[in-house]
């Protein structure tokens, strides 16, 4: 059972943060954007899906991609899925735009859905998109969730896994989540939640590490980019371990442990551990006191009274994430992508005419 | 000299409450003098044009909350913001917009043309695009004198597409100025839509056509410029040469007193009600415990008494008189 239908969420901002300032972030302009759309078309189309519902924004990606249409776009490319562009009512440029976009898209019955953006896209898109597969392509800047990938080859995966072509207890797998409640408010982070001292939101994006006080990962690679790489280089904890794990970080000067991390793009900084434990499900870790701000997968978002603290719960009930290395894997095996004469699927190549 | 630059580099990681105060009230005053020549635009007694900058004052404040009298600002036809941001004094900029003797330019410069050397402020324009040209001057004169000085160029979306400030854009990464550009994406290129005019989808996706850093920020919250601006200028004072800051945010009025504005729908009522950046800055100061509440509204009050005098003032000065027809000018006639 599947759906021929894939949907696409682009997210015109990831990409432009004051990172580009503070550190060497890669930069990642809309018309990249657009073309990795028009990539992920094309794999679509190869793998048979017939409808594609693209995000559009008022920043031109879905602009280009309705030029890359031409001059008849309502007669759509042959070899492309027929392309919706879902569109809203109004744009504010922010994470709701996003939700709101996954939310039409899940109503059209899509079996898959990529995105493109940094974690931030992907958390918005996490949030809206229940159990719908998700493939989220990098294209901000600390990149843990999304993944650095050939928009074809994962188009062709989205596509596969979209149609039920493919096991999905192989190929799927149910990530890890933290939920945050602070105030009335309940966020969630697909990799990390922070602490810091900073008094306000300010440009969003972390990168001095002074004021950090606590930090809870979901999981945390030893070659991650980002905050997670500080447990992921003291305390790894791979994804699927049923658990995450939770920081008390102080100044180098005065901490037992020092871990030399890349924090972001081009900074390799040194943060002091004071502890470590384990974040497990069903025991919730209160964080926060005297004020600070709360970020969420590397941005701060939330801003805590003095007086206030927040929970953060270890939850198994996170994305559903496409593996597109699996996914690809299985559909070899299969011969998905192959013509083979009939009685060829043995072991093997079937016979050449240079074969000697 | 590289003490003072040093000096100059060591901008605050957070802001001091004396130092929120004073955001508060910059961007207080910018408003309420907006307003109010919006009012007072109405009655006719003003001559010429005013284009407003209300809205955007989280842009000139965040901005210019790093600079001193000896930085530099070149402006736009929508200067009066960045003017009272940069320290200019309003009752003179009020008078000058009535055409007074008493205003900054002596009344024959108006609304596009206020100037205020003794404060940086090298001028409103009312050349779209003129200002980026003499920022990378004035960055010049500041690199070759060595002062650790920098120059601020605001400009919008239409002169983003002009060429002189391409060509400035190049000249300043070129000569590694210490020029920050500072793109004030509204939306409109007095009525033409930015997404109908400019080929690149963010302004700040040019930058890296010039080689230097371009970076977004959201021109509603204050919080967030004055820290990509931290960054921006402690970078140019440093010598490591120009950024491109594109600031997106809304402009309250028409691009001109008078524009019916028949090409823009709800967008104003709903930045005013969501996102306007005085009452953002209110509630995060005041939540969080910064500021107390009734320090602000003493502000409001005190700028609101101000602007009261300014106008009251500019209302009963002389206008100039045959006798300045000569002065001030480069030519005698």
Not at chain 1, 18 to 32: G, I, K, T, Y
Not at chain 2, 120 to 127: E, P, R, S
Not at chain 2, 216 to 231: C, L, Q, Y
Request: overall charge negative; proline content about 5%.
């Amino acid at each position: 059972m599947g759906s021929s239908a894939v949907g696409i969420v682009a997210n015109p901002l990831a990409g432009r943060d004051v990172r580009r300032l503070v550190a060497q972030a890669s930069v990642f302009p809309n018309s990249e954007k657009a073309k990795m759309i028009q990539r992920l078309l094309a794999a679509l189309g190869a793998v048979g899906v017939t409808d594609a519902f693209v995000s559009t924004d008022v920043g031109g990606i879905s602009a280009a991609v309705l030029r890359s249409l031409g001059p008849d776009p309502a007669a759509g490319r042959p070899e492309w899925p027929t392309v919706h562009f879902v569109e809203l009512e109004r744009y504010s440029s922010t994470a709701a735009d996003t939700a709101e976009l996954v939310g039409a898209m899940m109503g059209a019955g899509v079996g898959a859905i990529v995105c493109l953006g940094g974690d931030g896209t992907a958390r918005a898109v996490a949030a809206s998109c229940g159990d719908t597969p998700l493939l989220a392509l990098s294209t901000g800047t600390n990149n843990v969730f999304p993944e650095v990938r050939e928009a074809t080859v994962a188009g062709l995966a989205a596509g596969l896994v979209a149609q039920g072509a493919v096991d999905a207890t192989t190929v799927l797998e149910r990530d890890a989540r933290l939920e945050v409640i602070a105030h009335s408010r309940v966020e969630t982070a697909l990799v990390d939640v922070c602490l810091t001292r900073a008094a306000s939101r300010g440009a969003r994006a972390l990168w001095d590490v002074g004021g950090l006080t606590e930090l809870a990962c979901v999981f945390a690679r030893p070659d991650a980019i980002g905050l997670s790489s500080i447990p992921g280089l003291l305390c790894p904890v791979p994804r699927g371990a049923g658990h995450g794990v939770v920081l008390r970080l102080v100044p180098p000067r005065s901490a037992p442990a020092v871990v030399r991390a890349p924090i972001a793009p081009g900074l390799v900084v040194e943060v002091g551990v004071a502890s470590w434990e384990h974040l497990h499900r069903g025991r919730p870790h209160m964080m926060g006191t005297g004020g600070g701000v709360v970020a969420l997968d590397g941005e701060r978002e939330i801003e805590l009274d003095a007086s206030e603290r927040v929970q953060v719960r270890f939850c198994t009930d996170g994305p559903v994430r496409i593996d597109p290395s699996a996914t690809l894997a299985e559909a070899a095996q299969r011969r998905l992508l192959c013509t083979l004469p009939a009685g060829a699927y043995g072991p093997g190549l079937p016979p050449s005419n240079d074969t000697p | 000299m590289s003490d003072t630059l040093e000096h100059r580099s060591a901008e605050p990681a957070e802001l001091s409450a004396d130092q929120l105060l004073d955001a508060y009230r910059r961007m207080r005053t910018i408003r309420a003098f907006e307003d109010r020549v919006h009012e007072e635009f109405a009655t006719g007694d003003i001559p010429g044009f005013v284009h407003l900058y209300a809205g955007e004052e989280a842009s000139a404040v965040g901005i210019c909350m790093h600079l001193d009298d000896g930085d530099t600002i070149a402006s736009t036809h929508r200067g009066h913001g960045h003017c009272i941001a940069k320290g200019v004094d309003p009752k003179p900029m009020m008078a000058e917009i009535f055409g007074r003797r008493t205003g900054t330019c002596h009344g024959k410069g108006g609304s596009m043309h206020i100037a205020d050397l003794s404060k940086g402020m090298l001028g409103a324009n009312g050349i779209v695009g003129a200002g980026a040209p003499l920022a990378c001057g004035r960055a010049l004169a500041a690199k070759l004198a060595g002062n650790g000085e920098v120059c601020v160029v605001f400009f919008g979306d239409g002169a983003s597409n002009q060429g002189t400030t391409l060509e400035a854009l190049n000249l300043a990464s070129v000569w590694q100025l210490p020029v920050i550009f500072v793109a004030e994406n509204n939306g409109y290129a007095e009525t033409t839509a930015s997404s109908w005019s400019v080929a690149a989808d963010n302004i700040a996706d040019r930058a890296d056509g010039f080689g230097m850093p371009g970076v977004i920020v959201d021109g509603f919250d204050f919080f967030a410029v004055w820290e990509v601006a931290r960054e921006a200028v402690t970078r140019a004072r440093r010598g490591d040469g120009p950024t491109l800051m594109e600031v997106k945010l809304t402009r309250y009025y028409g691009h001109f007193e008078g524009d019916q504005q028949t090409y823009r729908g709800d967008e104003v009522e709903r930045a005013r009600r969501d996102f306007d950046c005085l009452k953002w800055f209110r509630t995060r100061v005041t939540t969080n415990g910064m500021l107390d509440a009734a320090a602000l509204d003493t502000i409001d009050a005190e700028a609101a008494a101000l602007i009261d005098d300014a106008v009251a003032e500019a209302r009963s000065a002389p206008l100039p008189g045959r006798e300045d027809l000569e002065t001030d000018v480069y030519a005698t006639y």
